[in-house]
């Protein structure tokens, strides 16, 4: 199945029954796809909406509502749609929002890129606030984190960011697609606006003009993000048991990393790799106690240096980091990034 | 003795806090006294914008999802297609509706989006303390139109019921004002009518009200309330700008 694809499937089988987007490649895919199977879901709705704007707005109306709702778009649609993520994270509103993200800044491209990184582990929005985000690197990922995504986004009554690119969207894998979730089996809302039916009324807002109040209101949700910070981090590890080098690549970069360094290995170049899978919460320890054995890291990203600030963070200063990036959507064969870590790692005279 | 008159259940007890002779004291009543006597406290959801009646949640006592400036027919619309059977009404000024929202307002109507809209044109931003909006009219003063509205400098105000009433999608609107009891009584009806027809399904409605504003156009409530008969009304006419149903029997 094409990424895109895979990722409209994935929410449907996880209780997705709304859909409100705007046409930006690369993602048009996944519109296209809930156009089709939505209606013929029990209470789907799929709108068009005139813009990215209006379409995250109809995202929190449907959230409000009580429903499990997605929108997705691509670098420049995501920037428009800031305004309505931080809304959705002030009123503790569950959503999914996909970012197929492409070339930038500006309009830039639609090849794959990575360079959404800080606006999507950031908040280009207003206020204080974070989202959990996802960055997938394969087809089966799509499908299980935008899965576990909608469950996250209920649980914390928070929005999840998944972040692809323009290549996973695009690509082609075999897919083992998660268990269609019955909508009776989905945890019951007790603060949706449904209509005051045998109930006091409820109201859902983000107007604190007490400071003390919002300042309460803050630590809240502080609260909240620190049990995320605690409960929800994930990474994985390619060769790093011996690595004198780690690698540390995310998404698409990191598939790219993982030939390159199994390349390597046949070379009997000790490289590894750690790949973050939330970029936020960022595995931050999991780095910091490589730092203790591992004293070279080299950062690899398709862009001009963002993730390696996180990475830096997590170091410390206990070891060196080494950053490639090649922004504007070009991709590196597995072969060209073997050479770049190959040489960084003779320079360093670690063989 | 027989009580006749008190205050809707459908509002809280909380005093409200708009200043002397503002107009969303009474829509809000309004609105309140239609949703009792249609029953409709426990179905009904409403959507309040930013502006002065961003409060509005704690003086209905009914369901309320706050929109950010100028996104109420977007939430409204998520919230509508999530729960059809219950009626839903968004509360917007004219800088909200008219000016930033002007794209949600019209792809609402183009759609045929089944919610209600109250559409509340003072002619100028209230809460930020009385700029220039899209519906002040030409030679009107306001804190950023100092000299008077110009249609060289600042340009025309805009009809924006008048531009929707063309959408097909919109089935009901009309302009009222709540500066005399039977303009009063007018708006009530053209409420309680907008949402009997979203109740059966017609589509996009819309309510325009004139409200004075005396604190922003520096006018005693009387003379604010005169304003809106001699110089508001006859850039915005008030009546029927549209009514596919065409229900005789609440034509004004």
Known sequence: MRGNHVVGEAAIRAGCRYYFGYPITPQNEIPEYMSEKLPEAEGGVFIQAESEIASIHMVIGASMAGGRVMTSSSGPGISLKQEGISFLCALELPAVIVNMSRGGPGLGNIAPSQSDYFQATRGGGHGDYRTIVFGPNSCQELADLTYEGFNLADKYRTPVLILGDGMLGQMMEPVELPQEIPLKKLPAKDWALTGAKGRPSRFIRSLILDPIKEEEHNWKLMRKYEKIIREEVKWETYFADDAKMMVIAFGIAARIAKGAIKRLREEGVKVGLLRPITLWPFPFKAIKDFSKKVKHFFVFEMNMGQMVEDVKLGIEGNAEVHFYGRPGGVILTPLEIARVISSQYYQKRLG | ?252
């Not at chain 2, 239609?34 to 409403?46: C, F, H, P, T």
């Not at chain 2, 003063?141 to 000299?147: F, G, Y």
């Not at chain 2, 520096?218 to 596919?244: C, N, Q, R, Y």
């Open chain 2, 1 to 252: 003795m027989k009580k006749i008159f008190s205050r809707p259940k459908s509002l809280k007890t909380t005093p409200f806090h708009y200043c002397p002779g503002c107009g969303h004291s009474i829509i809000h009543r309004l609105i309140g006294e239609v949703i009792d006597e249609m029953n409709l406290q426990e179905k009904i959801i409403g959507v309040p914008p930013a502006g002065c009646a961003v409060l509005a949640y704690n003086y209905f006592d009914i369901d309320m999802g706050e929109a950010s400036h100028g996104r109420a027919a977007a939430v409204a619309t998520g919230l509508k297609r999530a729960v059809p059977d219950r009626v839903v009404f968004t509360y917007q000024g004219d800088g909200d509706m008219a000016a930033i929202g002007t794209a949600e307002s019209i792809h609402a109507a183009a759609r045929g989006e089944n919610i209600t809209t109250i559409f509340v044109n003072n002619g100028v931003y209230g809460m930020t303390g009385g700029q220039m909006a899209p519906t002040t009219i030409l030679g009107q003063n306001t804190t950023t139109s100092p000299r008077g509205r110009k249609e060289k400098v600042e340009g025309f105000p805009i009809n924006l019921s008048e531009m929707l009433a063309i959408a097909p999608g919109s089935s009901y609107i009309e302009r009222t004002a709540v500066n005399t009891p039977a303009n009063i009584l007018k708006t009530k009806k053209a409420i309680a009518k907008a949402f009997r027809l979203q109740i059966q399904g017609y589509g996009f409605t819309l309510v325009e009200v004139l409200s004075a504003c005396p604190t922003n156009w520096k006018m005693d409530p009387l003379k604010a309330s005169k304003w809106i008969d001699e110089v508001m009304a006859s850039h915005f006419p008030l009546g029927v700008l549209k009514d596919t149903p065409g229900d005789k029997k609440d034509a004004h």
